[in-house]
């Protein structure tokens, strides 16, 4: 299942400016990633192609790196994660934008996991950090981003005793996504009586 996902925030700064951001990654004065409300980025070594690190469960290893312009990050983990998240600021319009681009190709039980757990946890936790990139760069946000109630409700089940992106997440949802594929294999299972997930029964 191929995945495309994008977040752009612009900036009324110039290009070196919005670059800095991208720059300051998991550094200790990192200006971009939100790590007050979620896990923290980090590497075994600075910046650079070669590291490896990541945030709570999420992995990944740098790829490709122009600093103040673009770096990427190739997925290792979670399983079947394969394709790369990347920042990159261009200039569009006479205006600066700082962009993320997330290009996967989920296969086996990320192709369920990536919508119902990743996805909703990945979007907000972009606009959190655009949030930080807007504030870093003009001072205040316009309209911040506020979590949804998926969110909040994911995030509440993993706080149950441990962070996000704890074993005990990866588990239960684990143990959802295989519930929901073999309801889906009964029904679809010639002679079936079972009825689908999420359908009333006439």
């Known amino acids: 299942m191929a995945v495309r996902n994008v977040h752009v925030r612009h900036l009324p700064v110039d290009e070196d400016t919005a670059g800095t951001l991208i720059d300051s990654l998991a550094g200790p004065h990192d200006r971009l990633w939100p790590s007050r409300e979620w896990p923290p980025m980090r590497f075994d070594r600075p910046l650079g192609v070669g590291a490896a690190g990541g945030h709570g469960p999420v992995r990944y290893r740098i790829t490709g790196y122009a600093p103040g312009r673009w770096i990427r990050f190739r997925f290792t983990a979670p399983h079947g994660f394969d394709g790369f998240h990347e920042f990159a600021v261009q200039r569009e319009d ?11 190709h989920a296969r086996g039980p990320a192709r369920i996991t990536w919508r119902v757990l990743w996805r909703p946890l990945h979007d907000a936790l972009l606009e959190d950090c655009l949030d930080r990139a807007e504030e870093a ?15 909040r409700l994911l995030r509440a089940l993993a706080e149950r005793g441990s962070p996000i992106g704890s074993r005990r997440l990866r588990e239960e949802a684990h143990e959802s996504v295989q519930r929901v594929s073999r309801a889906h294999r009964e029904a679809r299972r010639p002679g079936s009586r079972c009825r689908q997930p999420g359908r009333q029964r006439p």
């Open 137 to 151: 760069t003009t001072g205040a946000v316009r309209e911040p981003a506020r979590w949804s109630w998926r969110v």
């Open 94 to 104: 006479g205006r600066t934008s700082l962009h993320h681009l997330l290009s996967i």
